[in-house]
């Protein structure tokens, strides 16, 4: 294998740059060429790529986004279009690829193989919810995010004694609300993997109050309900004036932290060396701070667990 | 005038804190002992306050919120709790007062002076929005947030492609959507003080779609309207697809930059100069880099107005 | 055990206050009381110490050094000082301590678990240097704080494309400069883990010299030699002109990242479980992920090892 | 005019990259092309320059140092330099110029003036000493960069009960050294401007100590001494143990603050008007919250005045 591709699908994640840049890097210590393809899927149909040498990843290992664009390409959907973009690689003398992003992603790498291509999937998502990896690129960049979205907020809520409901991102995983909960203190933290359970929510509240706690913050993931909709229903139980925060969008980027550029670039090194061993449909990710690689098709048959010892230790140290 | 009171009144804002250190330790400077009003107004009708000394201000330079608290007090409107106040602050032998706040503070300020008992106005708020100071405490550091935020939203809306609108804070003044929209480098900014637009704002979304831009962005006060309502009006017109984000409550709190902290402490110590002179009834305020004061009640009258070249200057720069 | 101390030892690490926030509402969860003992061993001799209650320990999880205080104290190692200080405690009714830091303070405890003072170590130090723990409360924050600054310098090397050597701490142990090579791109990392060898970063100069990199950033561990002389090594061989920054002391201050107050909050709350097991001379650490127990004296007997495979990775991706 | 170049130039500071984007968007708005001259007066000696249109410098507002670059050239003391690289400006038709930087910059600029081409200095400096404007480019962010820095020393000396002494920037201007003590709360600030006092200095340590306050931090402007000796001097003197950071080059880098960003805006915007209007040998500043401009040969013949005034409140306030 002399030449290789990369791309980022799917929702973009801090750290992804310097994904590419250790794909890009690793292949050159190994005198593999990488190309560089634009949009995701979309770009892997039409051919729109480029060469990458180690100057175009100089300088872009702590930018957010990702410097070769995502986006969806429900077009790949279709075997015609996998195929066409296949054939647009291998007339480049481009022989495996690395797939940079979320579950999505590794979906249409796994049809790629299917179709004999050589595909890796690396994991890159702030929502940590590939199964198969401890942490997935980005997770913990978009955790501080939220965690100092929360101390900012916080300094109001001490100054006027208020009550706060903040939203986070995670539809079906509750990494980012169990993680930021208990890194804030977070009086009550709202997770998919947990049963909702409004009286406790509401005791803690009436808790804090007893004993003249100037603040209270409750974490929401998406996944559960929104911001406002818990905000109505603890008012109308309760009478206290609550106020709420959607975190929204500035979860996704920021300069990755330390943790996320390492990942990213073990990652994505790593991911490097399965193809040019002649590996395909691997996943790479890191296990009891280790890079690994497992089939792609388990993210598809298992799911990612949070770590709910997090959940239970939360709620003791918030009484 | 041996002591004097200091409270917060509001919504808080970063700089409040350095504000109050400031106080207490030129007040200490010249022997004046200083007591913190605890919860505002509410805290001067029930003479809920500290005596404040070098030590109780030690390490609150850099935090965010304010650490007499701040509340809201309907009961202030009426004389009787007003006079009530004022007969707690002479029992304790406190001559006069600081209010640390936006204009709903400087009104119960002046209402005190009428009784005849001193005050002094500090401008805090993010807001920006007292006449007779070029800048408040607070609003260096709101917008600092602010285009933080806006950073981290554009890594992600350069790598999707996309157009994100972006509500900020300000009612009746643009400062912090004009401020930031100039300084995150957004495609339009729509503020309170300029007639709204709707033309222009599409122009320029075409605009840059011509010229590939990959991303746009809009900022909006919220004094205008919600970000969710102008979505929908450029996506009716358009059919572009828009992302929104609310930037909420993270805009009030956060550790004061440098320049609130140094604005912070020159006008906190410039209002303990003037109660000792024997002043009653100014608002301090910077003006040309100097600290001066004028009277309260000018808030009342004039109006703060937003620098608006550079409304003009962002328009020419986001061609 | 109903009343158990706390207190944190050595150099001041990240995460110290949110272990010591854990360690209170862990032990109150379960009826326990604590006591918050100052200045280290220092108080523990003289029995200077606090009942921390909830609300004590409240908005201190994001702040960075140690409420407690920490200092030196060599009389400590004079058993009749440490039998007073057991004294001490006993007569307060306090059956079991936790002590917070590296090494050095874990030498102490296991000096008291002779006595037969119950004692339970937590690691917090910034240079990751404990055997039995993946990673020590504070390591993640300084590694941020370490990779922001050289962010900060790239801009300047960059703009001026000059060579600079970074000078990060760590006199046994590697870690903060191997991972902050890594996330942040160094050319040359030194550790003193590794053989220094001055021909291989010579060459790694003139190769990005010959492929007109703009800047080259070399980290060398305190403990391999200063920054300055490292620099007159390589200018005597060279001629290049060399920068340097030495980071010192900002390394060891900031706000706990996410992943810093999760950690401590977790080894701070298991070490309280094992106290109340009736456990002795016992260090906590996370392992896989997982918070586990060891015997204290094996942090005497092994050493800490660097993840190498991260030396060779930076290599590879710094060609 | 029709075509104009811009370069950077002297030390490179937060904001220059604002600037050269302001000139380019505002000269375009005007219909006029704008060249980028790399590495300061050595591209312009030789010619080495680059057509910057509106993509150019997207996504450059929010990025430390300069795209363009910047170096010394001792050659362009020589007049036949100076005319060479004239000669190749007109070849390329370029009829003016704008130098951003500090006050070698200027002189350059003068010089180029003097031999018949226009020219128009931006003040962009970390060290704010530039006469006849109230801000540089870069001051706040570097000021808001010492501050941050010094915060996290504070952390630690708190936890230690320390003395810390901090070597920050400034060769003759003591600006820096000024805000940032006043803005971190310093117990002494040493600058150029001012007598040296080691009286004072130790009177204030002393007192501190007599009042148990937990830690101090002593400033110093690198142009009054290293901190080294100043540590020396006041060990010798009293016998504390003082520890010492020099922040050195993190002081130059960063993400330029929203202050710096609009300031970098209005200058760069309004030097091209400059230009346009005919005009040449102007300097651009900031007086009372406006642009305005004024004879470049002013910052050869008046001196930068830091405003003392913050030198006396900063020493009331650390009493």
């Not at 279009?81 to 690689?89: A, F, N, P, S, T």
Request: charged share 25%; proline share 3%; hydrophobic share 40%.
């Amino acid at each position: 294998m002399k030449r290789i591709g990369v791309l980022t699908s799917g929702g973009d994640a801090p750290g992804m740059n310097a994904a590419i840049r250790a794909v890009v890097r690793k292949a050159n210590y190994h005198d593999v060429e990488v190309y560089g393809i634009y949009h995701g899927y979309e770009g892997f149909i039409q051919g729109k790529m480029e060469l990458l040498d180690l100057g175009s990843v100089g300088g872009i290992i702590q930018r957010g986004g990702t410097k070769l664009f995502s986006s969806r390409c429900p077009k790949f959907m279709e075997e015609k279009y996998r195929l066409q973009g296949i054939e647009k690689m291998k007339e480049a003398g481009i022989d495996g690829l690395i797939v940079i992003g979320g579950d999505g992603s590794y979906r249409g790498a796994y049809e790629l193989t299917k179709l004999g291509f050589k595909c890796i999937g690396v994991p890159a998502t702030i929502d940590n919810d590939i199964p198969g990896t401890d942490f997935t690129i980005g997770f913990d960049t978009a955790l501080n995010t939220v965690v100092n979205a929360i101390d900012k907020i916080r300094d109001t809520a001490t100054s006027h004694e208020n009550t706060f409901i903040i939203e986070v991102m995670g539809r079906d995983a509750g990494d980012l609300a169990l993680w930021s909960g208990l890194a804030a203190g977070a009086e009550s933290v709202i997770i998919p993997e947990e049963p909702f359970d409004l009286d406790d929510i509401i005791a803690r509240l009436k808790r804090g109050e007893a004993r003249k706690k100037k603040h209270s913050i409750i974490i929401v993931a998406e996944g559960v309900m929104p911001a406002s909709q818990l905000a109505d229903m603890i008012k109308e139980r309760t009478g206290i004036d609550i106020r709420i925060t959607v975190l929204g969008h500035i979860q996704r980027g920021g300069s990755p932290t330390a943790f996320d550029r390492v990942l990213a670039s073990r990652l994505g090194a790593y991911a490097v060396e399965l193809l040019l061993e002649g590996k395909t449909c691997r996943a790479v990710g890191i296990k009891n701070q280790e890079v690994y690689d497992y089939d792609l098709q388990e993210i598809f048959t298992t799911k990612h667990q949070a770590d709910i010892s997090l959940y239970t230790l939360s709620k003791e140290l918030s009484i």
